[in-house]
C-alpha cells in the first residue's frame, strides 16, 4: 500500500495524473488480493493454536472446519477479484468495452466473505473461554486473556467498518482519497488478530504458572515483532514455553 501512496492513494483525484492513477490502482489491487489471504491466514493461525489446546474430537472437527472454510472463502474471494471484470486491466485502467461487475454484485461476495470472517471470530472467542476460567493464575490475569481473547471481535468490527467504506465511499466519489480509511480498518483488523494470536498462545502455555503474564506478554512480542534477535533469557524462557 505503501507504493500505492507513492503513486496518488490518499489525494484528490484531480490532482493525480491518469498514468499515475492506473499504477496506483493496480497497486491497489494487489492490496486487496494479499489482504484477502492475509486475514484469511491469520484467522487459520489462530484455529491451528486453539487445536493444540485441546485432545477432544469435536473441538478439532470444529476448528478444522473453520479452517478449511477460510481458506475456501479467501479462494472464492481471490476468484472474484480475478474474474470481476474483463479485461482484467479494466480494474486499475480505463478499457473501451470493458465488462464489469455491477455494485451490487460486488457487493454480494464481499458480505459472504465478512459473515465468514465474524462468524469464525465469534467462534474462536467462545471455544476458549472455558480454558480461561480453568487456568490456576489470578483472576486478574485470567480476565487480561480473556480481554485479548475478545479483540478477536474488535477484528469482526473493524471488517465490518472497512466493508461499509467499501460500499459508500470507494465506489461513489473520489477513489484515490477515500481508499485511506478502508486501508486504516484493514491494518486495524490485522492488529487485532495478531494479538488475539497473543492471547492464544498464553493459554497454550497456561501451565506455565511461575512465569508472570507480564513477562510472557513481553517475550512473545518481541520475538513476533523482533525475530532478529532474541535475548539469551527470552531464548530460555521460549524453550520452556514450546515444550
Known amino acids: 500500500m505503501a507504493a500505492a501512496a507513492s503513486y496518488g492513494v490518499g489525494r484528490h483525484d484531480r490532482f493525480v495524473t491518469p498514468a499515475n492513477k492506473t499504477q496506483a490502482l493496480r497497486f491497489v ?7 484477502v489471504w492475509a486475514g484469511a491466514l491469520l484467522r487459520v493461525s489462530v484455529a491451528l493454536i486453539l487445536i493444540s489446546l485441546h485432545r477432544a474430537k469435536i473441538w478439532h472437527a470444529i476448528l478444522w472446519c473453520a479452517v478449511f472454510v477460510q481458506l475456501a472463502a479467501a479462494l472464492g474471494t481471490t476468484v472474484c477479484l480475478f474474474i470481476q471484470c474483463r479485461p482484467l486491466r479494466a480494474m486499475w485502467d480505463v478499457v473501451p468495452d470493458a465488462r464489469c461487475w455491477a455494485p451490487p454484485r460486488l457487493h454480494i461476495y464481499g458480505f459472504v466473505y465478512t459473515g465468514i470472517g465474524i462468524l469464525t471470530d465469534v467462534l474462536f472467542v467462545i471455544m476458549p473461554l472455558p480454558l480461561v476460567w480453568r487456568l490456576r493464575r489470578p483472576i486478574r490475569e485470567r480476565l487480561i486473556i480473556a480481554f485479548l481473547l475478545s479483540l478477536v471481535l474488535c477484528a469482526t468490527a473493524a471488517a ?6 467499501v460500499r459508500v465511499i470507494v465506489l461513489e466519489g473520489e477513489q484515490l482519497r477515500s481508499l485511506v480509511v478502508p486501508t486504516l480498518w484493514s491494518r486495524i483488523e490485522e492488529i487485532a488478530l495478531n494479538l488475539s494470536r497473543l492471547s492464544c498462545l498464553i493459554l497454550l502455555n497456561g501451565g506455565l504458572q511461575s512465569v508472570p503474564l507480564s513477562v510472557l506478554i513481553a517475550v512473545l512480542v518481541r520475538t513476533r515483532w523482533s525475530s532478529a534477535h532474541v535475548s539469551t533469557n527470552d531464548a530460555r524462557l521460549l524453550q520452556v514455553i514450546v515444550r
Open 29 to 35: 489491487f494487489t492490496y486487496e488480493v494479499t489482504g
Open 160 to 165: 465490518s467498518v472497512k466493508l461499509y467504506y
